[in-house]
């Protein structure tokens, strides 16, 4: 278990639909990450918050968006769901100090139909 | 980040060391090499970092060259439970005021057999 906690586990929307995803990270992480794995793709950067602030951007789709609330969790949207985003989302996250390795969730599995 | 370049795939018999190879040869002074894995659609699971010196822990060993343009990641004595993708990053460790975000490759996908 490492201590980073996603939710729902697995959701089947419709194209055009808009979902959330849920990340709680470990106790103390202020940053948190959100990656995107399609069978193609493989492990995608989407998006990283600091404490509540965005610090880094990646692959990110305009129809996507996150944020990370003052309790440090974090949600990430998409919108205008099309077939292509049926894919493993993960949240990560990791301490500043110390050690910076970062921690994954299990994922959310979405599937648009 | 310096690029990295891992073979697609590697096989390895139970009980007998796992031995996977980096190429990181555009790697800078201040970039430390770190080693990830994931099981079969689990998230990605921390194994090990360095930066020049050789470095071990409960799950694995890593050997870094002397001019630092490859590692090595070593699984003493692999399991079935081993079989998985291995990435391989690398990556300032931190930037002031901000985390980092690891970008995966491809990785090698270890294939542990009985």
């Known amino acids: 278990d490492s201590g980073v906690t996603q939710t729902p586990k697995h959701l089947i929307t419709a194209t055009g639909q808009r979902v959330t995803l849920r990340c709680s990270p470990r106790?103390?992480?202020?940053?948190v990450y959100w990656y995107q794995q399609s069978l193609d793709q493989g492990l995608q950067f989407l998006i990283h918050?600091?404490?509540?602030?965005?610090?880094a951007k990646g692959n990110i789709l305009e129809r996507f968006s996150a944020q990370q609330f003052p309790d440090l969790h974090s949600e990430l949207n998409l919108s205008s769901l099309e077939l292509g985003d049926s894919a493993l989302y993960f949240c990560?996250?990791?301490?500043?100090?110390?050690?910076?390795?970062?921690?994954f969730g299990q994922g959310t599995r979405l599937t648009v139909v | 980040d310096a690029k990295t370049t891992q073979p697609t795939s590697m096989d390895c018999a139970e009980g007998r060391a796992a031995n996977l190879p980096c190429n990181h040869s555009?790697?800078?002074?201040?970039?430390?090499v770190y080693w990830y894995r994931q099981i079969h659609s689990q998230g990605p699971q921390y194994i090990i970092h360095?930066?020049?010196n050789n470095e071990t822990n409960e799950m694995a060993s890593l050997i870094i060259t002397e001019d630092r343009k490859s590692s090595t990641l070593i699984l003493p004595h692999a399991t079935l439970r081993d079989t998985a993708v291995y990435y391989c990053?690398?990556?300032?460790?931190?930037?002031?005021?901000?985390?980092?975000?690891?970008?995966f490759g491809k990785g090698t996908s270890l294939l542990v057999t009985p």
């Open positions: 990560a996250s990791s301490a500043i100090r110390g050690n910076t390795e970062a921690f």
């Open positions: 106790s103390g992480d202020l940053s």
């Open positions: 918050y600091y404490n509540g602030e965005e610090r």
């Open positions: 555009t790697i800078s002074g201040n970039e430390y």
């Open positions: 360095g930066l020049k």
């Open positions: 990053i690398v990556r300032v460790t931190r930037r002031l005021n901000s985390g980092y975000a690891l970008n």
